[in-house]
């Protein structure tokens, strides 16, 4: 299975119709109608992107699938403004990192840009989200940017987050993903004992 569909995978197991999600990559929109599909009507997908070609065509890819305006906001910007945009809890936030297929592949996200994002992006995570992360490390600084999410994602091990890995023995060089679900409180209650 590729990462890719890893990450729906896991983002589908989770979220429900009427959620509020973030894409904090838009890029040509393939996960900004994924996650439209499944919040439907009700629900609310915000989707970043610096890039105006990537905001564009997420445009065109919802359009093209009947998905409704109204319940997509798409915001030109970093992703490391997230927490201006998006105060209450969301039940995903989906990572794509690197370039957009088929752009400009100096347009890319960087290690501290994409640190800064998902610090944020944990934050407004609701408890039982899920966070998904594709990393690519082919391109320049996409090694260090992968190693990061690593870092990150084992800072927060077991202090709050089940993490699960994907891709990442297959080449040296290869995509991986990394999934992070935000504990529900009570498991970390003390036993009545
Ligand atoms: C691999 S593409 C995303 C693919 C996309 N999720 C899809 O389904 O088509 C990565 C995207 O991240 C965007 N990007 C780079 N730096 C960013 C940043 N700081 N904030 C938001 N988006 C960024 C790029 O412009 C590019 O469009």
């Avoid at 564009?56 to 992703?79: M, N, P």
């Avoid at 594709?134 to 990061?148: A, I, L, S, T």
Wanted: charged share 25%.
């Amino acid at each position: 299975m590729r990462v890719t569909e890893r990450a729906h995978e896991a983002v589908r197991a989770i979220v429900r119709a009427g959620d509020h999600v973030i894409d904090a990559t838009a890029g040509n929109g393939w996960d900004t109608c994924f996650l439209a599909g499944l919040v439907g009507p009700e629900g609310r997908v915000f989707a970043f992107d610096i890039q105006e070609e990537a905001i564009a065509s997420t445009k065109s890819r919802l359009v093209a699938q009947g998905i409704k305006d109204e319940r997509v906001t798409l915001i030109h910007e970093s992703h490391a403004a997230l927490q201006r945009h998006i105060e209450e809890p969301v039940a995903a936030v989906m990572f794509n990192l690197g370039y957009r297929p088929g752009g400009d592949h100096e347009l890319r996200t960087h290690r501290e840009e994409t640190l800064t994002a998902l610090a944020e992006g944990w934050t407004v995570l609701r408890e039982g989200g899920v966070m998904s992360v594709v990393c690519y490390r082919g391109h320049p600084g996409g090694m260090k940017e992968g190693e990061g999410v690593l870092e990150f994602a084992g800072r927060l091990q077991g202090r709050g987050a089940v993490v699960g890995i994907s891709g990442k023995k297959e080449t040296e060089a290869g995509p991986f993903v990394v999934v992070l679900k935000k504990r529900q409180p009570e498991a970390f209650s003390e036993p009545s004992w």
